[in-house]
T-cell receptor, first 115, second 115 residues
Framework: GENVEQHPSTLSVQEGDSAVIKCTYS??????FPWYKQELGKGPQLIID?????GEKKDQRIAVTLNKTAKHFSLHITETQPEDSAVYFC??????????????FGKGTKLSVKP | DAGVIQSPRHEVTEMGQEVTLRCKPI?????LFWYRQTMMRGLELLIY????????DSGMPEDRFSAKMPNASFSTLKIQPSEPRDSAVYFC?????????????FGPGTRLLVL
């Protein structure tokens, strides 16, 4: 089955710097890769996702890149702000004609943005 | 929309007691997921339903856990009898599954402590 590895487990950056979180997956059939942000005491919330037919997707200060050959994808946050502080999860899933696999989550990265 | 609603938000119980967690998915969604989150194991899928039918319950840890979805607007996750190792945050998520397009929306979670 699918296995998702996420690094680093903790990341501390200065406000205004960039943050990068990386994930690798094992199942080459996976074709959907969402990123979730979880703030303290809340459930994970989708912030961006990418499908295997594209290599990069951007939404304001966040972007995700996908390398299917290497089976890894990354989250990039530019111009970080204190409100970006949270735990970020990557996930992977495969979909195949009328059926879908489960979302397999990484272990999470705790991002701290220092003012 | 109120989002996914879970109750109770916090539950403290003694070992051996029955625990029932409740979830109301977003109206119009056709898939519902129960996850468990712990520091050691991260976010794990326990079971998911599509159109009120359980599709994959391979993540349910053992027979002490059971889940039902009697209609499109309500689901329960029951633990009987509960054990200290069941202490975790339990999330319910819902989505509208239509081909590859599917975003899971998480509820705020139920924090369970079994003494």
């Amino acid at each position: 089955g699918e296995n998702v590895e996420q690094h680093p487990s903790t990341l501390s950056v200065q406000e205004g710097d960039s943050a990068v979180i990386k994930c690798t997956y094992s199942d080459s059939a996976s074709n959907y890769f969402p990123w979730y942000k979880q703030e303290l005491g809340k459930g994970p919330q989708l912030i961006i996702d990418i499908r295997s037919n594209v290599g990069e997707k951007k939404d304001q200060r966040i972007a995700v890149t996908l390398n299917k050959t290497a089976k890894h994808f990354s989250l990039h946050i530019t111009e970080t702000q204190p409100e970006d502080s949270a735990v970020y999860f990557c996930a992977a899933r495969k979909y195949y004609g009328g059926s879908q696999g489960n979302l397999i989550f990484g272990k999470g990265t705790k991002l701290s943005v220092k003012p | 929309d109120a989002g996914v609603i879970q109750s109770p938000r916090h539950e403290v119980t003694e070992m051996g007691q029955e625990v029932t967690l409740r979830c109301k998915p977003i109206s119009g969604h056709n898939s519902l997921f129960w996850y468990r989150q712990t520091m050691m194991r991260g976010l794990e899928l326990l079971i998911y339903f599509n159109n009120n039918v359980p599709i994959d319950d391979s993540g349910m840890p053992e027979d002490r856990f059971s889940a039902k979805m009697p209609n499109a607007s309500f689901s329960t996750l029951k633990i009987q009898p509960s054990e200290p190792r069941d202490s975790a945050v339990y999330f319910c998520a819902s989505s509208f599954l239509a081909g590859v397009q599917e975003t899971q929306y998480f509820g705020p979670g139920t924090r369970l402590l079994v003494l």
